[in-house]
């Protein structure tokens, strides 16, 4: 195969080993997309650094692509980027989400706006057998967000590895595919080396009103 795709980027362990399988399968993956929050600085949920991004980017030998949106534009702006890029050559798009159904539709229907593919080589897979898959590869990372509807502020601020998914409590996912914590990879067999990085502190955030006003502990990570 020889397709040439982009990744649906958070920086976390999902979208790393969903472009770890494409390299695997053959793919020519040459670019890395990720949406920040209105200020442009951070992630849109994940709240790493866009500097941070980019080292990413370089480690793994991919170009860094970027929009800037509220949630309200998101979905304008996710799919101007993706006319963009089809018009560079890119045929796929390739997202990390496992088995929300709601997730897949909204991809498959951003991507068809722009004549692309969208391809999910994680989905339907057994969430325990995938973080089991990304950390025998030797992938590293560490735990940035964490719902505080689910995980107190002990659960953030560390290392993502066996004894974290052992000290989930009963009902939490091990991928934390439905919010319950976000991660930052920071090396693995695709990188050319460990991505640099330092923690700002811990933060706690509620969300506006409209979003429910919901509890959420960040673990801010910057570059060195």
């Known amino acids: 195969m020889n397709n040439k795709a982009l990744v649906s980027w958070s920086g976390?362990?999902?979208s790393c080993l969903a472009l770890w399988r494409a390299q695997k399968l053959?793919?020519?993956v040459t670019h890395l997309l990720t949406a920040?929050?209105?200020s442009g600085l951070k992630t849109r949920s994940h709240g790493v650094s866009k500097s941070l991004i980019h080292s990413q980017g370089q480690s793994l030998g991919l170009h860094n692509e970027f929009i800037s949106a509220s949630w309200q534009d998101y979905e304008q702006e996710f799919i101007a980027k993706l006319i963009q890029l089809h018009h560079e050559g890119i045929t796929q798009?390739?997202?990390g989400d496992i088995d929300l159904m709601?997730?897949?539709e909204w991809e498959e229907k951003v991507c068809s706006a722009a004549n692309i593919v969208a391809m999910l080589p994680l989905w339907n897979e057994n969430r325990l057998a995938l973080v089991t898959e990304f950390l025998d590869a030797g992938f590293k990372a560490r735990v940035t967000c964490v719902d505080g509807r689910f995980l107190d502020e002990s659960f953030v601020g560390v290392e993502f590895d066996a004894q974290y998914i052992a000290r989930l409590p009963e009902g939490v996912d091990a991928c934390g595919e439905n919010g319950e914590?976000?991660?930052f990879v920071y090396d693995g067999p695709n990188f050319s080396g460990p991505v640099k990085w330092k923690s700002l502190g811990k933060q706690k955030y509620i969300s506006p009103p409209e979003y429910g006003e919901q509890t959420f502990y960040f673990d801010l990570l910057d570059s060195v």
């Open 102 to 104: 709601a997730h897949r």
């Open 181 to 183: 914590f976000h991660t």
């Open 26 to 28: 053959g793919i020519t």
């Open 36 to 38: 920040l929050d209105e």
């Open 93 to 95: 798009a390739i997202f």
């Open 12 to 14: 976390g362990k999902d």
